[in-house]
């Protein structure tokens, strides 16, 4: 039966042991990590979004969606000590859940990380567009720089963005830890400048009404703004290189998420407080739907007397600060925001082709996907095809609902790692666990349910897309992969190994490694 086709534990421990990692991660660095990994996208565009949908209360949305995280990722790190390996998700519910519930998760962590990519690309876009037009002066006609969901034709430049990404993934790129760093201490600080600034003008009267939208508006904003905590997982796959994991993991975890959520409930405040964010209404009184023609439409009339309210800004933060007289610090805060911006969409591709590349490997789609360049030593196959679907979605969809859709996948993917490690606490009660999750009776079905809520208040057509994209899924599964499986064919197990792959370099070598 698929349920129960099973890529054993202990082989896929025994490959790792081979290749085992020297514990030189502590506290701090990992902590570090992690808040560099989070802070992205979701703060400098999906604040916007986020207003549109609650008003003030996006600040206890953010609460929400950072509580969520905290109990997913307790149930992740449990895991990641376990099976310190790659493939994330998908690999830990191969071992514990069986092939077809890890199709099926990997499926959904294809969704999440490529419909991301494009969700960065636009976002960069409207940093981009408004750099240029409060910098240079230059202007981008409306129709190149939106979607037809917004009223415009194309967004050229995030489609530009995703094709020269794609072309660095396809050829290798030289990474260093000196270059994240000055990355994260970029982002960080622009939203430090962004606090400093805003709050001190900040306007009580502007945090009226606080619900606008009602409770429901909350959720239904965190449902969004979950997206902006997409990457504190990055922390639990280097539990094979931390010290002392069964502390270090959980209080890194943890630890990033409350910094992060401070930064954001203090950036939500200065947004608020500033300028206001209350969001626009229907001739019913009914709020507007955020990635919709009838509120871009609204928001062009405004836009045309002179009045641009934060829920029609795609560079809110820049736009604020621009608003309340910093326009200097406003454009820097926007140059920042463009110059780090594109490395997410980067980590956002490569970890999506490495799924697919994780996938092939194992058999479950075709061998071609996982064929290695034979100079830069990358999948450019997998590569490319993964870059034309992201491409083609920056192009057309708004940053809302690519979010809302990515989102989709993602708590699919947190909720089945959840119930594994529920399961593997009866099936395997006593491995090796490097680290337990506390609680895990209260923290699994925290996560589960808290997965489920935030599902429940996406868009509709954002709950629409992860049912037909699993359909599509299944079939290519059942026509291929089902019959194809490394693990149905005997193939990859402890005695031997059929199906031998030249590794993927990693991003850091591939500029000294290249092959004439």
Same mark, same amino acid.
Request: glycine fraction near 10%.
């Given at each position: 039966?698929?349920?129960?086709?099973?890529?054993?534990?202990?082989?896929?421990?025994?490959?790792?042991?081979?290749?085992?990692?020297?514990?030189?991660?502590?506290?701090?660095?990992?902590?570090?990590?992690?808040?560099?990994?989070?802070?992205?996208?979701?703060?400098?565009?999906?604040?916007?979004?986020?207003?549109?949908?609650?008003?003030?209360?996006?600040?206890?949305?953010?609460?929400?969606?950072?509580?969520?995280?905290?109990?997913?990722?307790?149930?992740?790190?449990?895991?990641?000590?376990?099976?310190?390996?790659?493939?994330?998700?998908?690999?830990?519910?191969?071992?514990?859940?069986?092939?077809?519930?890890?199709?099926?998760?990997?499926?959904?962590?294809?969704?999440?990380?490529?419909?991301?990519?494009?969700?960065?690309?636009?976002?960069?876009?409207?940093?981009?567009?408004?750099?240029?037009?409060?910098?240079?002066?230059?202007?981008?006609?409306?129709?190149?720089?939106?979607?037809?969901?917004?009223?415009?034709?194309?967004?050229?430049?995030?489609?530009?963005?995703?094709?020269?990404?794609?072309?660095?993934?396809?050829?290798?790129?030289?990474?260093?830890?000196?270059?994240?760093?000055?990355?994260?201490?970029?982002?960080?600080?622009?939203?430090?400048?962004?606090?400093?600034?805003?709050?001190?003008?900040?306007?009580?009267?502007?945090?009226?009404?606080?619900?606008?939208?009602?409770?429901?508006?909350?959720?239904?904003?965190?449902?969004?703004?979950?997206?902006?905590?997409?990457?504190?997982?990055?922390?639990?796959?280097?539990?094979?290189?931390?010290?002392?994991?069964?502390?270090?993991?959980?209080?890194?975890?943890?630890?990033?998420?409350?910094?992060?959520?401070?930064?954001?409930?203090?950036?939500?405040?200065?947004?608020?407080?500033?300028?206001?964010?209350?969001?626009?209404?229907?001739?019913?009184?009914?709020?507007?739907?955020?990635?919709?023609?009838?509120?871009?439409?609204?928001?062009?009339?405004?836009?045309?007397?002179?009045?641009?309210?934060?829920?029609?800004?795609?560079?809110?933060?820049?736009?604020?600060?621009?608003?309340?007289?910093?326009?200097?610090?406003?454009?820097?805060?926007? @140059?920042?925001?463009? /110059? #780090?911006?594109?490395?997410? !969409?980067?980590?956002? =591709? &490569?970890?999506? %082709?490495?799924?697919?590349? *994780?996938?092939?490997?194992?058999?479950?789609?075709?061998?071609?996907?996982?064929?290695?360049?034979?100079?830069?030593?990358?999948?450019?196959?997998?590569?490319?095809?993964?870059?034309?679907?992201?491409?083609?979605?920056?192009?057309?969809?708004?940053?809302?609902?690519?979010?809302?859709?990515?989102?989709?996948?993602?708590?699919?993917?947190?909720?089945?790692?959840?119930?594994?490690?529920?399961?593997?606490?009866?099936?395997?009660?006593?491995?090796?666990?490097?680290?337990?999750?506390?609680?895990?009776? @209260?923290?699994?079905? /925290? #996560?589960?349910?808290?997965? !489920?809520?935030?599902? =429940? &208040?996406?868009? %509709?057509?954002?709950?629409? *897309?992860?049912?037909?994209?699993?359909?599509?899924?299944?079939?290519?599964?059942?026509?291929?992969?089902?019959?194809?499986?490394?693990?149905?064919?005997?193939?990859?197990?402890?005695?031997?190994?059929?199906?031998?792959?030249?590794?993927?370099?990693?991003?850091?070598?591939?500029?000294?490694?290249?092959?004439?």
């Amino acid at each position: 039966m698929i349920f129960w086709r099973v890529k054993s534990l202990d082989a896929i421990l025994a490959a790792a042991e081979k290749k085992s990692l020297p514990r030189s991660l502590g506290l701090w660095q990992l902590t570090l990590f992690g808040i560099g990994a989070i802070i992205g996208t979701g703060i400098f565009v999906l604040t916007a979004e986020a207003a549109q949908k609650a008003g003030p209360g996006m600040m206890i949305a953010f609460i929400i969606a950072g509580f969520v995280c905290a109990v997913a990722a307790l149930c992740y790190s449990e895991l990641s000590s376990m099976v310190p390996v790659s493939g994330s998700a998908y690999t830990y519910s191969y071992a514990v859940l069986g092939e077809f519930i890890a199709w099926m998760v990997g499926w959904a962590l294809i969704l999440e990380y490529s419909v991301a990519s494009s969700a960065v690309a636009v976002g960069w876009s409207g940093y981009f567009v408004g750099l240029l037009s409060n910098s240079l002066g230059i202007e981008v006609p409306y129709s190149l720089a939106n979607g037809p969901f917004s009223g415009g034709i194309i967004n050229l430049p995030a489609a530009i963005i995703c094709v020269l990404v794609v072309g660095l993934l396809v050829i290798g790129t030289r990474e260093s830890a000196a270059f994240n760093a000055a990355l994260v201490t970029i982002k960080i600080t622009a939203l430090t400048a962004f606090i400093v600034l805003s709050l001190p003008v900040a306007n009580m009267e502007n945090f009226q009404p606080f619900l606008p939208l009602g409770a429901s508006g909350v959720v239904a904003a965190a449902a969004s703004i979950f997206f902006a905590y997409v990457g504190f997982d990055a922390i639990s796959t280097a539990a094979e290189e931390t010290k002392n994991p069964q502390r270090n993991i959980p209080l890194a975890l943890i630890g990033s998420l409350v910094i992060c959520t401070l930064f954001y409930l203090l950036v939500s405040a200065g947004v608020i407080g500033a300028i206001g964010a209350q969001p626009l209404r229907d001739a019913a009184g009914q709020g507007l739907m955020p990635g919709s023609i009838a509120l871009a439409d609204q928001c062009r009339s405004l836009i045309a007397i002179g009045q641009q309210p934060v829920v029609c800004s795609r560079e809110a933060l820049a736009h604020v600060l621009r608003e309340i007289g910093w326009e200097k610090i406003g454009n820097l805060l926007g @140059l920042a925001a463009f /110059l #780090a911006l594109p490395s997410v !969409i980067l980590m956002m =591709l &490569f970890g999506q %082709t490495r799924i697919f590349f *994780v996938m092939s490997r194992d058999g479950l789609l075709p061998e071609v996907l996982s064929r290695i360049h034979t100079r830069f030593k990358t999948p450019h196959i997998v590569t490319m095809v993964t870059g034309i679907g992201v491409t083609i979605a920056a192009a057309f969809l708004p940053v809302g609902k690519l979010a809302d859709i990515s989102n989709s996948g993602t708590l699919f993917a947190f909720m089945v790692v959840a119930s594994t490690v529920m399961l593997l606490r009866i099936r395997d009660k006593h491995r090796h666990r490097p680290f337990r999750t506390p609680a895990i009776w @209260l923290i699994g079905p /925290l #996560a589960i349910s808290g997965c !489920i809520t935030l599902f =429940l &208040f996406l868009p %509709t057509d954002a709950k629409l *897309v992860f049912p037909v994209w699993t359909g599509i899924g299944l079939i290519f599964y059942f026509l291929y992969g089902y019959r194809k499986s490394h693990v149905a064919l005997g193939i990859g197990r402890l005695t031997g190994n059929k199906n031998i792959t030249e590794p993927i370099q990693p991003l850091s070598d591939c500029h000294e490694n290249k092959k004439p």
